[in-house]
């Protein structure tokens, strides 16, 4: 079976199975994610083992230690892929919920409810606890769903994605086979592959970096809901608490450097520079950040920075890599941020209401926090389970997509023998 045969084989199957969801009842759901999770749990020894074989491959390949980290599955990640199952099996089924209803004057009832959007594929790099994620919530919305990860992960995603389906099966005889699928081979071909089947697929989610995501964007026949970069920034303003101010900062940037919601740039009202700053710097180069600064905080500063390029205002640095910027208030940090952002998560710290209001009202972002760190814009710090991506686009999702974002509409018309004259 060439590559083409093998993709279309595998998204008739996810469309049937799409097919086949829409029958399972809520308490049959949830009872498979609980199973789900269970297994996760109780096969960590063989994800282990899988994982540290796509770990060592990855070393091979010359994967920098952030790319690493986003690969690893320790204890506590299998541990977290589980209770987002079990969080999303509590979660409120998000299929059949009658969003609207109205009875026009000829007597037609007509009523908007919520239904699967059908086969969702689902393309990412590197973390592989995105499969049990994607897997879950997709299967919690009725969708079918079809998983292709980066190359480095691919022992990884076939193992977890392997226990889901085992639980799944022995928890409900009508659980569809190809409800979850992950695409079998490394080769990049498959994604044009898949992105060409108009007629099964329905949506497509890239996670990545930039060049994955916009290469799908530029290639997929099908819809795409994505975010290009994730330039945050967190903007420490006049009024800010400066005990918070670095506590904020330094977790932003440094919690967890390689993903999407981690700072890049930092910026600081030039009215409190002098004070601020130096406290900034020492607590972020402490946890080993490189500083790439501005001229007027480098003169704040010394030789201890290095210097900030135009280049690095536009750079996600996905490392322990920080530019810093210092702004004349709130109006200049708005003002580099809609120059510069990407739409992700911006952050503002302050005590001054007023200046946090006009911040999270002027910033044009999926996200946009007072006093908190830019960590927190992910589907299970929102409540949502857990997450199926991050959506920058305006039309459709926005922000973390959990349940309610996986679904689309259809309008039910109900007459008494009604007919148009």
């Known amino acids: 079976m060439d590559m083409t045969e093998q993709i279309t084989t595998m998204t008739r199957q996810a469309k049937d199975a799409s097919r086949a969801l829409t029958r399972m009842s809520r308490a049959d759901k949830d009872a498979c994610l609980r199973a789900m999770a269970k297994a996760l749990e109780d096969h960590a020894a063989t994800i282990h083992e899988a994982n540290a074989q796509d770990i060592e491959a990855g070393r091979h390949m010359g994967l920098s230690q952030a790319l690493l980290d986003r690969l690893l599955l320790d204890d506590s990640r299998i541990s977290a892929m589980a209770s987002g199952l079990r969080e999303v099996a509590e979660l409120d089924d998000p299929v059949g919920r009658i969003l609207e209803e109205r009875t026009r004057p000829n007597g037609l009832v007509l009523r908007k409810m919520t239904t699967p959007i059908g086969v969702v594929v689902i393309i990412y790099e590197s973390r592989p606890n995105v499969t049990a994620d994607a897997a879950g919530l997709c299967f919690k919305s009725g969708n079918a769903t079809i998983l292709r990860g980066g190359k480095e992960a691919l022992n990884s995603n076939q193992v977890i994605a392997h226990v889901m389906l085992k639980a799944g099966r022995g928890t409900c005889t009508d659980f569809p086979e190809?409800?979850?699928?992950?695409?079998?081979?490394?080769?990049?071909?498959?994604?044009?592959?898949?992105l060409a089947q108009t007629d099964t697929v329905d949506l497509c989610i890239p996670r990545g970096g930039e060049g994955l995501i916009r290469a799908v964007a530029e290639c997929s026949r099908v819809p795409v809901i994505k975010h290009y970069k994730g330039i945050c920034s967190v903007y420490i303003d006049g009024a800010a608490d400066p005990d918070m101010a670095v506590e904020i900062a330094v977790n932003s940037k440094t919690q967890r450097p390689g993903v999407c919601n981690a700072m890049e740039t930092l910026l600081v009202d030039e009215a409190i520079a002098p004070d601020i700053l130096p406290r900034l710097a020492e607590s972020l180069i402490a946890k080993d950040v490189e500083l790439r600064m501005d001229k007027s905080a480098q003169a704040i500063m010394g030789n201890s920075v290095h210097t900030a390029t135009e280049e690095d205002w536009d750079t996600e640095f996905l490392d322990l890599v920080c530019a810093v910027k210092l702004v004349p208030g709130v109006e200049g940090a708005i003002n580099h941020i809609h120059r510069h952002g990407s739409g992700h998560t911006e952050a503002i710290v302050t005590n001054d209401a007023k200046t946090a209001t006009r911040f999270q009202l002027e910033v044009d972002a999926s996200t946009v926090f007072w006093n908190a760190?830019?960590?927190?814009?992910?589907?299970?710090?929102?409540?949502?389970?857990a997450e199926i991506g991050i959506s920058t686009d305006k039309i459709g999702a926005r922000g973390p997509m959990g349940l309610a974002e996986l679904t689309s509409y259809k309008w039910l018309g109900e007459g008494r023998g009604l007919i148009r004259s």
């Open 178 to 194: 190809h409800a979850i699928q992950v695409v079998p081979t490394p080769d990049r071909a498959a994604i044009p592959e898949l």
């Open 373 to 385: 760190s830019t960590r927190f814009t992910d589907g299970g710090q929102f409540g949502m389970g």
